[in-house]
């Protein structure tokens, strides 16, 4: 025991030493330390930076609604593949995030003096519920495997298509975090649409599933592609993509996964709202709620902890 004792504890190296080789915590450089984050002319900041919570809340939503998945996947494999995915969404959300901060600081919430937090880690985890700005297919409950699949592959199909053109914006930060998400993307939508397929063509069991996992997602399509006034004024500035211009393209890789699967098309449905608003107006279903304060709690509990 003596001997043991002098060799230290294995804990010993948790303390002290270069903390930028966690993978959690506050120490981390800002994620756009050394990107030009100048406001391109002729573009409203404050225009630039609602327009990148939108996307950034996407993300940050949806990745947490997977993130839930996890270890209760069907297998091991797809547990760590929705893992993967999650986590990919959620370093496009704080890159958005911190976009939106540096672009127009006001949309910061104010924390207690002496308090850690970095901007990105503050919009996530400290604003009110009417403050996101994610569309409604972001925070849907999960469901079973086949809902989870439908979703994810509606979901990215459209991303996806945005980022493709994102990648031609006149802002550097959106250019650049669009031609690495493009890549991340591309995979989402192959694993979705690889499981879709599967299940659908599976046993009848597995076809009824994802068949109503899709009618279940389909209401909430339309806001996808309906356009934020925020969202048609970042397309006319050159620095964002109206996304009623990438809907019949999605629809064509959305039909070709409905033929290969032998999945109809399910009929069009206007999905309930408050006179009219939608997630972007910061409108949220009752799914919501619950998800956030699970999501918030204990950044909420402790606004001057060091993680």
């Known amino acids: 025991m003596a001997e043991e004792a002098g060799r230290g504890s294995v804990y010993d190296g948790l303390l002290g030493g270069d903390p930028s080789r966690w ?3 506050t120490d981390f450089e800002d994620p756009l330390a050394g990107v030009d984050t100048t406001v391109p002319d002729g573009v409203d900041p404050r225009r630039l930076g609602a327009y990148c919570l939108m996307l950034g809340d996407d993300a940050l939503v949806l990745s947490q609604r997977l993130g839930e998945w996890t270890g209760s996947a069907p297998d091991l494999e797809d547990d760590i593949a929705l893992a993967n995915i999650a986590l990919d969404l959620l370093g496009q959300a704080r890159l958005l995030l911190a976009r939106a901060a540096a672009a127009d600081p006001s949309l910061v919430p104010e924390l207690p003096a002496g308090s850690p937090v970095p901007p990105e880690d503050a919009l996530a985890f400290f604003r009110a519920e009417g403050e996101f700005r994610n569309v409604w297919l972001a925070e849907a409950e999960n469901g079973d495997f086949g809902a989870t699949t439908a979703r994810l592959l509606v979901f990215s199909a459209w991303r996806l298509a945005l980022f493709q053109r994102l990648r031609d914006s006149r802002d550097s930060v959106l250019s650049a975090v669009a031609a690495k998400g493009v890549k991340e993307l591309a995979y989402h939508r192959d694993y979705a649409g690889r499981w879709f397929v599967t299940l659908a063509r599976g046993t009848g069991e597995s076809r009824r599933r994802v068949a109503a996992g899709l009618a279940g997602v389909w209401p909430l399509r339309g806001e996808l592609f309906a356009g934020h006034a925020v969202e048609r004024a970042a397309a006319d500035s050159g620095v964002g993509v109206d996304p009623a211009h990438v809907a019949a393209e999605v629809d064509t890789v959305l039909d070709q996964v409905f033929a290969a699967s032998g999945v109809g098309r399910p009929p069009a449905a ?13 409108a949220h279903t009752a799914a ?3 998800m956030l304060a699970d999501m918030q709690g204990v950044a909420r509990a402790h606004p001057l902890g060091r993680w």
Request: aromatic share 10%; glycine share 26%; proline share 11%.
């Open 288 to 290: 919501f709620a619950p």
């Open 23 to 25: 993978a959690f915590g």
């Open 270 to 282: 206007a999905p309930a709202g408050a006179d009219g608003a939608r997630g972007r107006d910061g």
